[in-house]
């Protein structure tokens, strides 16, 4: 799927009470890998991408991501939920940011712990990634997504984002990551 950055105006999307957006800075890697982790675990995508169903495989993929030449931090936003009552902090949510080339980019591993769905804190993540491409620089952004994932499917339709083809791939899960 893919988004055409060129003449849209975001509006800083709004998170319901007790949640909020955090810029990427390097001391959040182990809370995007953890907030990784518990969303994907018990995912279609966990089965196919190995390491994201394993704590220490979120860790190494979230290290692998911010290194990378192309690594956009602007686009890599991690979501916490502070409990009202215990004050206790959770990552519930994390998406990251690539450039593919100089005008397209490409998200990653967009991903909410399954307590915290449907309160639209996956809209207003990957808007907010969204804007980060923009001030970036980027013109299109694109995405992959399982054909069976309809739940993602359905939020990247609503947020503006088109089908761009059907891939049919077999994968050998031993040769991903
Ligand atoms: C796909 C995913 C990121 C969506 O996250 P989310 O936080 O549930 O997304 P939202 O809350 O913005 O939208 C989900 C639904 O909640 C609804 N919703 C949004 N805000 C709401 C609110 N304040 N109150 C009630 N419902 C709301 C949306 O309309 C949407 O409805 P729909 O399912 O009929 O389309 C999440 O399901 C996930 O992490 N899945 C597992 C990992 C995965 O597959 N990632 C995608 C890889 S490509």
């Known amino acids: 799927m893919q988004f055409d950055l060129r003449d849209v105006q975001f509006v800083t999307p ?20 953890e907030a990784k982790f518990r969303s994907f675990r018990n995912e279609l995508d966990a089965n196919v991408f190995t390491c994201l169903g394993n ?43 690539i450039r593919e080339s100089v005008d397209v980019g490409s998200i990653q591993n967009i991903g909410i712990v399954s307590a915290h769905r449907s309160h639209g804190i996956g809209s207003a993540i990957v808007l907010r990634s969204l804007q980060g491409y923009q001030q970036a620089g980027i013109k299109i952004v694109t995405l992959e997504v399982t054909a069976k994932n309809v739940g993602a499917m359905r939020l990247y339709e609503r947020l503006g984002f088109k089908v761009l083809r059907t891939v049919f791939k077999s994968i050998e899960v031993s040769e991903v990551y």
């Open 14 to 33: 709004i998170v319901p009470s007790g949640y909020e957006l955090h810029p990427w800075d390097s001391k959040l890697l182990a809370a995007h890998a």
């Open 55 to 97: 704590s220490d495989g979120c860790l190494r993929l979230m290290r692998e991501i911010s290194c990378r030449q192309g690594f956009i931090p602007e686009a890599t936003w991690l979501a916490t939920y502070r409990d009202p009552k215990t004050g206790r902090i959770e990552n519930c949510g994390t998406v990251q940011g």
